[in-house]
Every structure is written in C-alpha cells, then in structure tokens.
C-alpha cells in the first residue's frame, strides 16, 4: 500500500464500524449476528459505549427513551416540525428542523442537569453529607448559570410531571435488583426537595430531570443526555411531522391567520433617523 493510499485511510479513523465489501461489524459484532438478537436500545448502548448492555440495563434506558417521545404540538421542537412539513419539504428535513429546536433549554437540559447531579456526587465522594454536597452544588450551578435549575419545574406540569415518578420508581426498582446503584436516585430527589424548600412550593422533576438520573446511574457521559434525548424525541417528530403531511395545509404558521402578532410601535424616545 502506498504512502498516500494509507494517508487516505487514516483520515477517518473508527472504532465504531468495521466495513469493507461483503463485511459490516459494529464493535467487532458482525452485523448478521446483531440483526434478530438485539434490541434497538441495545443497539444504541453498543454504538455509543463500545459493548452490549444488560438486558436489565436496557430494559432501563428504553423506558427513558419512551417517556420523552413526545409533548405535543406546543413543544418548540413539534412545533418547528409540523410548521415545517406544511413548507414542501421532505419528511427528513422535516425531522431536521423539529430536532434542531433541541437546546439549552428545551430538550437540552438534560445534560445540564447530569452535570449538576455529577458535581453532586463529586462532592459525596470527597466527604460531604447529601445535605451539604446539594446545597454547594446548587450555590455553584446558581453562581454559573442562574436561578433556574435545569431539570426542574415545568409550564404545564404542576407540581407533578406525570413522566418523573415513573421513571424514578423504576431506578428504584432496578437498584433493588442490582441493575444501578440508586445514587442519583438520591441525588435528584434531593435536589428537588432543596429547590422546593428554597422557592417554598413543591416543584416537578421533569422529564429532563428524571432522564439524566437515569443516563446518569446507567453510566452515560452528560453530553449522550442530550443525543439520547434527541434520539426519542426524533420519534415524536416523525409521527406529528408524517400526520401533518396527511392532513395537508400549506405554509401554517405558529398562529391560524385571523390572529396576528402584536404590533409595538417605536418608543417615543427613540432617535429619527438623519
């Protein structure tokens, strides 16, 4: 092989696939073996962690997978999508735009919210009670970014997100059998207990909340809290995205045309152009 052919083949480097003709492995798993035996939530732990989860540990991260699926046509990311379906595009541009509404503060948060309980834990491990490790950490998540704590509170769901004691109660379940250690279990409960008390009112663990405690016990890097969020939300955006392609409409816009955005003349005080 020549100098240039290797350079050539060195450019991308992976360890995810290995594909040449006649041959498709995926972490050193032919693809022959996988197909039938795997479930897609296993598929995702493999292509992402580099080896094949638990059953138990799958079953866990597919039932996080399923509770963010979908919110509705009044999610921005839903939204985005089916505003999109009606503008002539494909079903994959479609699916584009719902999920690129996936920031810091919609669907996003759940990676912030895996390094709050992660700094948490830090601190656990260096000495301090639950008590004192919550509160430090909250100080220095206020300190960074603000009053308002990613994985907590929610427009619609108060006090409860319906989707949180669910999952939550599974993590239970799963540290009972073994499956994960329960600890950030712990830590989100107690993060939500200390935002209460500070705001005086009870307040909902979300969904980015509860998902992040599972990414977390189950062992995933903050930034996959995000990807994976995106991944289930994907599923929703397609479904809203497809049935607003069967019920037709054109260029819909986020409001039905007889209401129109309120118009704010310019201040007073603003300066006449020369």
Known sequence: MSEDSEAARRWWRTS?????????????????????????????WLMTRGDLPTPEQAALLECALVAGVDHGPQAPSIAAARMAATCGVGLNTVMATGVNMLGD????????????????????????????????GLDAWRARHGKIISGFGHRF????????????????????????????????E??????????GAPIAMNIDGATAVVFCE????????????CLSRSVGVLAHGWEQMQQGGRNKGPMPPAFLPLYEPPSATASEPD
């Open 218 to 229: 189950l062992g995933f890097a903050p930034p996959l809290s995000r990807g994976l969020f």
């Open 16 to 44: 995810i696939i290995d594909m040449e003709p006649g041959r498709i492995a995926f972490r050193g798993f032919p693809i022959e073996s996988l197909i039938g035996s795997v479930s897609f939530g296993q598929m995702i």
């Open 190 to 199: 107690a993060v939500q207990a200390a935002v209460g008390a500070a705001r």
């Open 157 to 188: 769901h108060k006090p409860v997100d319906p989707r949180a004691p669910r999952l939550m109660a599974l993590v239970r379940d799963a540290a009972a059998a073994g499956t994960v250690s329960g600890r950030f279990a712990e830590i989100g």
């Open 105 to 136: 503060v919609h669907g996003g948060a759940g990676e912030q919210c895996a390094m709050l309980y992660l700094d948490i834990a830090k601190r656990l491990d260096a000495g301090a009670t639950m008590d004192r490790a919550t509160e430090a």
